[in-house]
């Protein structure tokens, strides 16, 4: 799946994944208010409201991107009518063209990871067909429970074509309290990090494994050593706009062909309308705010590559 | 929330929480063929199958245990109607009385962990109200993004009287692989046993916190140094019967008090009317076998609580 990944990014020449993180913050009135009249003012009226939402940002940047990552837990938070948006959106993207990355983060003990893995990834067999609960090309996976929460994930990719990103260092402000803590002199993202390569070595497709890393914007410094650490995962990096991330801290991120690392704006994007940089747009014009962000940011990564030495 | 989930064990006289983790080689043939027969043998029929199996189960134990607790990674493999399932069985749970123990083990940077807190154990507010999307009275949390990925849950667990089990030392394999690293000299599951005690300091409930901690029955040495570390944290104990814990392994994990601890079965109990210890149930009386088994689960950790100084 990573190659099939590649290939879309060479092709749209843009590493960056759109962040498909619904708030109802988020979306103009003029579709909430449609949305709530007709499902009503509730968790029906609003996860129209995200599918509405969702739809009008896919169809102004599935050309120009080569990947979407919805976070499940936006829809989650709207119970079943939220997961019906969330598994409608997936699908819809697909159909568009787009690379899915489930932004899920599961893990578990080994039969439940499996569980898991084929609810977002693979399939479950029943008699003897095999029925997709929702349908992603990539998942992401907390790696806290060790090899035999991730394995059943590997597993998965292998046989259905599929890839994951593994948790390594996030972006968050506390990421550090555990994972920046020192074992034999080294921090533990060191050493998840290395786990993911070796992990990475059983499901490789091309120059790249499907077992790829996360690792923050926030945190250049550790994404140059973890980029050496781990020469055949791609790396998965949040922490780009709104979490401060800028285009000249992601350089590291790359390898020196170029590939290596794929950066996701959620609400600098998705949200692009209600920002002072887009004001023409700002009566609502989702999709093509999210379309000039899009481009903003792909010539700002682009400069930063074409920069360093 | 730990106030009444220590009121409950007390009253059923049983720290014992009965895991529902559905699968389909656990039912037997006549409730499968009608569930097919009646929705297909699809997502539909399985989710149907997990609901039916679930319900005989809970109308046999719920006056014997104080609380349930459904693995979502079962139900959300059916994706949809596997989901609408997990939802009829937390909400049916809570009707028969019993705390509903939700095993997500979600985490993920702050105002996504807002998003999963929300989800499951609070609501969110859409115009004037607030919605519920899984009611659940207890979810579990992974810790490895840290203070900001677990405050959230903390905070909803205030306002909203709820309470969540941190993963500390999870009953795996490899748990090791990470949660054993030194670090200054002492494991990292210490490390994070002393935040959730730190954690749970913001949430207390009477002698005991609504912040508890996730600790393997398979590691019951480590649970004699986490039951010291985290005084005011109940634990859950995972792993008692089919992954190899006995009640004499579970004594440490037990306060002074006889409290403390609360210990998990799945498939021991949901599956008993497959096991040759329970053949008298093995024509397909699964709500019967899982009431006999529970019973002797009861049994084993009060003697072993008896016969401990």
Redesign the interface.
Known sequence: MVSKLIDKIQKTNAPIVVGL?PK?DFIPDRIKDKC?EEKG???E??AEAFWQYNKEIVDNIYDIVPAVKP?I??Y?????P???TY?KTVDYCKEKGLVVIADV??????S??L??A???LGG?K??D?T????DADFATV????????VKPFIDVCNTADKGIFV?VK??????????D????GRP?YE??GE?VEKWGLESMDGAYSNVGAVVGATYPEMGKILREIMPHAYILVPGYGAQGGKGKDLVHFFNKDGLGAIVNSSRGIIAAWKSDSYKEFSDGRVGEAARAAALDMKKDIEEALQRRV
Chains 1, 2 share one sequence.
Do not use: C, W
């Open positions: 993180d109802l709530f003012k509730n968790l009226g609003a976070q837990a936006m989650e938070e709207l119970g079943i939220g997961l019906i598994k983060k599961r893990g578990d003990i080994g439940t990871s569980s898991y084929q609810a977002h479950v029943i008699g067909s029925f997709s609960g929702f907390n790696p806290y429970l060790g090899t035999d929460g948790l996030t972006s968050n402000p506390s990421s550090g309290e555990f994972q803590r020192l074992i034999d533990l050493i998840v786990q």
